[in-house]
């Protein structure tokens, strides 16, 4: 199972980037999928989960209002949306699938690559 996550760049405050998690080798339909994301020197923190069927939605309340995740099953592919970035946004982007509706961490056994979003001032 492989998660490739693309996307990612440099986006001035406002700005909006849309980042995408290709997966291949897994049933995607199986699993729910998250957003994660580490700053520099900080721990690795949810922040966005999508169901199995897309009917289903968590947020970070940091982002909520800002950013939408989002799933095609039929691609194998989830989205994340994000608009009105802010400087403190900038981080690595993880995506990551589990079993479970989760927004730990922990529970999320399959991870992608990593794209870097920075946002300046």
């Known amino acids: 199972v492989q998660l490739q996550a693309s996307g990612g760049g440099l986006v001035q405050a406002g700005g909006s980037l849309r980042l995408s998690c290709a997966s291949s080798?897994?049933?995607?339909?199986?699993?729910?999928m998250g957003w994660f994301r580490q700053a520099p020197g900080m721990e690795r923190e949810f922040v966005a989960t999508?169901?199995?069927?897309?009917?289903?939605?968590y947020y970070a309340d940091s982002v909520k209002g800002r950013f939408t995740i989002s799933r095609d099953n039929a691609k194998n592919t989830v989205h994340l949306q994000m608009n009105s970035l802010k400087p403190e946004d900038t981080a690595v982007y993880y995506c990551?699938?589990?079993?479970?509706?989760?927004?730990?961490?922990?529970?999320?056994?399959?991870w992608g690559q990593g794209t870097q979003v920075t946002v300046s001032s």
């Open positions: 999508i169901s199995w069927t897309g009917s289903t939605t």
């Open positions: 080798g897994c049933t995607f339909g199986n699993y729910a």
């Open positions: 990551a699938a589990s079993l479970t509706l989760s927004t730990v961490v922990g529970d999320f056994g399959i």
